[in-house]
């Protein structure tokens, strides 16, 4: 990764370019690797390798994932990694241009559905995970009655304590810490409704 930081997505054709289902899968995958080839990323979405190439190039021409060093000995193979920490998509960014609200709108049904298919995923799979694992796992909802200005700030403390930990795991990670590690998936969701 080149940049520690978030990319603020903020143009129709990058929003359009991660809401397709198979390219937000890719970039899951490819975060959670740190590197990888389309080979290696074709195997764990199950799709052809050519068709994976194709995405991952669509996913470079708008700067959400770059070419990385070479990771091997095969110098024909074309490692990729994330361009950036993560990103993100600001309402702010959205409120003037309806075509981005659309866009953004179809980004977050499919990272929804992707999100609530991990879940199953590990629902219908918990019994293979250890007790200890099992018991870490968190499920939980709260139902607070909060202002927007104390929403946004919940929202900002947490994500700075993610951020501490997550960063924290790869620092150790790279330093060769890697017993007991697992790839943890944690989703927050946190918005307004109308009981």
């Known amino acids: 990764?080149?940049?520690?930081?978030?990319?603020?997505?903020?143009?129709?054709?990058?929003?359009?370019?991660?809401?397709?289902?198979?390219?937000?899968?890719?970039?899951?995958?490819?975060?959670?690797?740190?590197?990888?080839?389309?080979s290696q990323l074709a195997e764990q979405v199950d799709?052809?390798?050519?068709?994976?190439?194709?995405?991952?190039?669509?996913?470079?021409?708008?700067?959400?994932?770059?070419?990385?060093?070479t990771q091997s000995s095969d110098g024909r193979e074309r490692w990729w990694q994330p361009s950036s920490y993560g990103f993100s998509v600001q309402e702010e960014d959205l409120r003037d241009a309806p075509e981005l609200l659309a866009a953004s709108a179809a980004?977050?049904?499919?990272?929804?559905?992707?999100?609530?298919e991990l879940h199953s995923r590990f629902l219908d799979e918990r019994l293979t995970?250890?007790?200890?694992?099992?018991?870490?796992?968190?499920?939980s909802e709260w139902l607070p009655r909060l202002t927007a200005a104390e929403l946004t700030a919940l929202g900002e403390e947490l994500e700075a304590v993610l951020q501490k930990h997550d960063r924290r795991a790869r620092a150790a990670e790279a330093a060769?810490?890697?017993?007991?590690?697992?790839?943890?998936?944690?989703?927050?969701?946190?918005?307004?409704?109308?009981?």
């Open 47 to 69: 799709e052809a390798v050519s068709l994976v190439s194709y995405h991952l190039r669509k996913l470079a021409e708008h700067g959400l994932i770059e070419e990385a060093g």
């Open 107 to 116: 980004f977050g049904r499919t990272v929804n559905q992707q999100r609530a």
């Open 1 to 38: 990764m080149t940049s520690s930081e978030n990319r603020r997505i903020t143009d129709l054709g990058t929003l359009k370019a991660i809401a397709h289902p198979l390219r937000m899968r890719l970039y899951r995958a490819l975060f959670v690797a740190r590197t990888a080839t389309a």
């Open 176 to 195: 060769g810490d890697t017993e007991g590690r697992e790839n943890v998936a944690l989703h927050l969701h946190a918005f307004p409704y109308h009981s």
């Open 129 to 139: 995970w250890s007790g200890e694992w099992r018991a870490a796992s968190i499920s």
